[in-house]
């Protein structure tokens, strides 16, 4: 019998795969139990048997197959009770509610017998109301125990019917098992028990039960407390795996900004070295150009009398020669007692010497420790200050330096960062073609004029526009991962990206018609169907829907991709920009040079222009987004400059100076604070803009692995997500100057 309590109900186990096979998923035939305890179809075993080993399909134990086969693993006497259980249902449920009795064809010789009302227990017959009377006087079977049909075929009685049906004979059909041979340990019926085991001490199942249920529940007391004491060891495998990965996570970081900041002193250096190899040079360059004025004065006054001399002596007659004698060589003596040359000009010829840590391969200037992990009794111990020391001992390890130190970024007393570091920047390589994005071939042709001359400085210095803070958020890589998936069949192109629910982004892939769902960490999450011939350009995450733009057309569709409404759009832009504004109840989509809001009905809320009216024909807002403010910030390839404008049109702010560097205005993203992250391909660079468009600085630049950086979005306001041309997403984290 099944034990109640915490054990599970015979109902349950009926009702469960536990009478399934794992191997055929099919009900157990001939069930046969592995000393492992699964339980599999004899036939399914026979199958898996190989060189006389089974190897169990769940736990993977290897098991010796016994010298007569796999029939002779212990037959389950359990799983065969439970399945006799269920083909007795199963044959009720057949005679679709009109069983018959099975004792009327055997006393009234009728082929067929009443409909039956009653079910024996112990003889596993269904009865009619007569026959049942009848069962429960007669001296045979009148202790048998006889119940309701129709309680009986609901489970009511499973478990007293499981204790009253003696399991059968598999040698001696019809014969129950009613004794345990003790030498043998084997189950035996009256036949077997007169031969072979005739001479062998035997007892009644009930009383070897009895005898042996103690030490069956003290072993698995045993297991019990073995499986608490297992629950305890995962408990803090789990904890201290996660006490890994938390200090891996914050050791990354430690090592991303020592790194960081071991890159922004040495380009700083570099700055300060080549400045004043040009200081050197420039002084040289003077000194030598006020030598050369020198000599050559000298040389034009001595030329001059000499050649008055030489043409007085080939072409005057004797008396001028003498006339003139006296004052030629005068001069021609004076011209001689005077040094021809200055003294040997100095010239100091630059070196450049490293420091010998630079051209040392073994030198390290990150190095990584181990250090075991303390258990919560010994962490108990030391208190909460040792964790704090092991985080500064790491912070010195990875070689970061804390801020005031030496080796921290140079601040002016306002707060501000020196110039010196804000020219600290690589040399910016070749950036390629201009600004690409999916369909923009007309655009690219209308305003292929506007990017000329490219500029490669560095973005102009900070100026004390930072809302009186002196200090811009900083980026630490978080990670990097493709978009490509095998079932792709072109390259991918990003033409879109936004947030898609809690650290998700959604990516919209134009070359491969797809909407592609990732995490931030780079783990692949599906796609979100799109419409069979829609090539997704813009994207923007609503209020359990998505909506995006292909071709001339704004759609709205569900995350399961059932289109709830579609809107044309003026054929007059290549390609929309598509936005969500605050609130995810509305989307903004740019058309040809001015703006558009829907609602999620599809229903036109409002249209502008920026500026206004007066402004007409002279936009094309080529990338667009909305701040959580509520502002509208668009990429204007027609002016060449970032405009910020309300909800209504006006004007917050325009930006076009030199800080885009002779180029057109990429794609946007704006944080939780206002901040306006632009997107420069050409340079490959993302620059920082206040919220009302004033440049700021370099966020980004190829020092970060920025190549050709297409478009970007804003995660949860402190994730800046960064899609390059050949299909790889950045994500760094935006860290705020407070953190």
Known sequence: MVSQGSSPSLLEALSSDFLACKICLEQLHTPKTLPCLHTYCQDCLAQLAESGHVRCPECREMVPVPPAGVAAFKTNFFVNGLLDLVKARACGDLRAGKPACALCPLVGGTSAGGPATARCLDCADDLCQACADGHRCTRQTHTHRVVDLVGYRAGWYDEEARERQAAQCPQHPGEALRFLCQPCSQLLCRECRLDPHLDHPCLPLAEAVSARRPGLEELLAGVDSHLVELETSRVVEKEALARLREQAARVGTQVEEA?????????????????????????????????????????????????????????????????????????????????????????????????????????????????????????????????????????????????????????????????????????????????????????????????????????????????????????????????????????????????????????????????????????????????????????????????????????????????????????????????????????????????????????????????????????????????????????DWQQNSVVVCDGLGQVIGEYKGPGLHGCQPGSLSVDKKGYIFLTIREVNK??????????????????????????????????????????????????????
């Open 686 to 739: 993302v620059v920082i803009l206040d919220p009302k468009g004033s440049l700021l600085g370099d966020f980004l630049t190829a020092f970060h692995g920025l190549e050709k950086p297409r478009v970007t979005t804003m995660v949860d306001g402190r994730y800046l997500v960064v899609s390059l041309s050949n299909g790889t997403i950045h994500v760094f984290r935006v860290r705020s100057p407070d953190s």
């Open 259 to 635: 790194a960081e900041g071991v890159l922004r002193a040495l380009l700083a250096q570099k700055q300060e070295v080549l400045g004043q190899l040009r200081a050197h040079v420039e002084a040289a360059e003077e000194a030598a150009r006020e030598r050369l004025a020198k000599l050559e004065d000298k040389e034009q006054v001595a030329k001059a009398a000499a050649a008055f001399a030489r043409r007085v002596l080939s072409l005057g007659r004797e008396a001028e020669i003498l006339s003139l004698e006296g004052a030629i060589t005068q001069r021609l003596q004076q011209l001689q007692g005077c040094p021809w040359t200055p003294g040997p000009a100095p010239c100091l010829l630059p070196q450049l010497e490293l420091h010998p840590g630079l051209l040392d391969k073994n030198c390290h200037l990150l190095r990584l420790s181990f250090e075991e992990q303390q258990t919560e009794k010994d962490s108990g111990k030391d208190g909460a200050g040792t964790q704090g020391g092991s985080e500064n001992q790491n912070l010195q390890e990875v070689g970061a330096k804390p801020e005031g130190q030496s080796g921290a970024q140079p601040q002016h007393r306002d707060g501000a960062l020196s110039p010196k570091e804000d020219k600290a920047q690589l040399p910016q390589e070749d950036a390629g073609p201009q600004l690409e994005r999916g369909g923009r071939s007309n655009k690219k042709k209308k305003f292929k004029g506007r990017c000329k001359s490219i500029s490669r400085e560095p973005s102009p210095a900070l100026g004390p526009n930072l809302d009186g803070s002196g200090l811009l958020p900083r980026p630490v890589f978080y990670c990097t991962f493709p978009i490509r998936m095998p079932g792709d069949k072109r390259s991918p192109r990003i033409t879109g990206l936004c947030p898609f629910g809690p650290r998700e982004i959604l990516v919209a892939d134009e070359q491969n018609r797809a909407l592609k769902r990732f995490s931030l960490s780079g783990d692949y999450k599906g796609t979100v169907p799109v419409p069979e011939g829609c090539s997704p350009c813009s994207v923007a995450a609503l209020q359990n829907a998505v909506a995006f733009s292909a071709g001339a057309r704004l759609y709205l569709i569900s995350p399961s991709g059932e289109v709830q409404w579609r809107r044309a759009l003026s054929l007059g832009q290549a390609s929309h920009a598509v936005t969500a504004l605050p609130g995810k109840d509305r989307v903004a989509v740019s058309v040809a040079g001015h703006v558009e809001v829907y609602n999620m009905e599809g229903s036109l809320a409002t249209r502008f222009i920026p500026g206004g009216k007066a402004s007409r024909g002279q936009r094309a807002l080529v990338f667009l987004t909305a701040s959580p403010q509520g502002n509208f910030v668009g990429s």
